[in-house]
């Protein structure tokens, strides 16, 4: 089993209260294999930066399971099947790692700067050529 991350939009015409029991309507698949539902994150309604099927915004859930990967092409099957999914995207969480490691902030030395112009910081003028 391995750790996935899938992210779902969903049309803006499903109503809030019904998005959770529609996730949960399809995450049954992943139960059924055997598998966990780790975490569910709705996003909420958000502005696309395109058009998915002409609409211009659409509802983000975020959800991450552990499961076999046969059950996870089942259920991104199931959800692209759905006139109510507009979008999915699945991730292996192995594959998706990084380390994030606190880099120690040293500032760097610079010279002092000279003082400024009294003209402003404006540049000299040219000569004119006759």
């Excluded at 930066?49 to 990967?69: L, M």
């Excluded at 092409?73 to 990084?98: C, G, H, P, W, Y």
Aim: proline share 5%; hydrophobic share 35%; aromatic share 6%.
């Amino acid at each position: 089993m391995h750790s996935y991350e899938l992210m779902v939009i969903m049309d803006p015409s499903v109503e809030d209260r019904d998005v959770a029991p529609t996730i949960d309507k399809y995450l049954k698949v992943i139960t059924e294999a055997g598998g966990t539902v780790d975490k569910i994150d709705i996003w909420g309604r958000r502005r696309m930066t395109y058009e998915i099927k002409k609409h211009q915004e659409g509802i983000y859930a975020v959800i991450n399971v552990t499961s076999t990967s046969e059950a996870v092409n089942e259920l991104d099957r199931q959800l692209k099947l759905s006139e109510t999914i507009l979008r999915t995207k699945v991730m292996r969480l192995e594959d998706a790692v990084f380390s994030i490691n606190p880099i120690e902030f040293v500032p760097e030395q610079r010279s002092e700067r000279g003082p400024r112009s009294p003209r402003g910081g404006k540049r000299p003028a040219r000569a004119k050529a006759d």
